[in-house]
């Protein structure tokens, strides 16, 4: 079973975040990490270790896994092709349909998806229904042949 997790990491200044090696998109939602700075977002395949600067960060980690977890905010079971290639995207705007499966988080104002009110740091399931106004982020995975959308980050997975 392939599962796409949702994490909201909110880290002390100088703290420190061992990640294992796995598909996985970091986007600073507020703060910085070393390497990042708020509104920025990174993808990574191997083991990693997130530093949260002076002023500590909010982290929104999407990490896709053969395993389904008890920890994350969500978790989701997704359905891929085991013979196609897939990229896995993170995309931020105010509600346009996804281009594939995914987990999406509302940053600012209050959405209406799929029927249930959303506030910030909500999050819910792609594709969805989403109504109202207000800004998300999203990770979606889309086949590598899909034409190109602009994004926050993005990378190849190797299933």
């Known amino acids: 079973m392939t599962a796409l997790s949702l994490y909201e990491d909110l ?16 986007y600073v939602a507020s703060g ?14 191997d083991e990693a ?3 949260a600067g002076s002023d500590g960060a909010t982290v929104i980690r999407w990490e896709l896994t053969e395993w389904s977890v008890d ?8 359905e891929l092709d085991p013979w196609a290639d ?11 349909p ?3 499966q995914g987990i999406g988080c509302v940053l600012r104002g209050e959405l ?17 229904e989403i109504f109202g106004r207000g800004t998300i982020v999203r990770v979606v995975l889309v086949r ?12 190849a997975l190797h299933l």
């Open 144 to 155: 590598a042949e899909e034409p190109a959308h602009e994004s926050l980050a993005q990378g």
């Open 112 to 128: 209406t998806v799929d029927g249930e009110l959303v506030q910030p740091f909500g999050v819910w399931q792609e594709p969805a």
């Open 32 to 45: 910085e990490l070393s390497s990042l700075h708020a509104g920025t977002a990174a993808f990574g395949s």
């Open 86 to 96: 897939y990229v896995m995207r993170c995309e931020r705007g105010d509600g346009e």
């Open 49 to 51: 270790r997130l530093e």
């Open 11 to 26: 880290l002390a200044p100088g703290e420190k975040l061992a990640l294992a090696a796995g598909g996985r998109i970091v």
């Open 98 to 100: 996804a281009a594939g």
């Open 71 to 78: 920890d994350a905010k969500l978790c989701i079971h997704v």
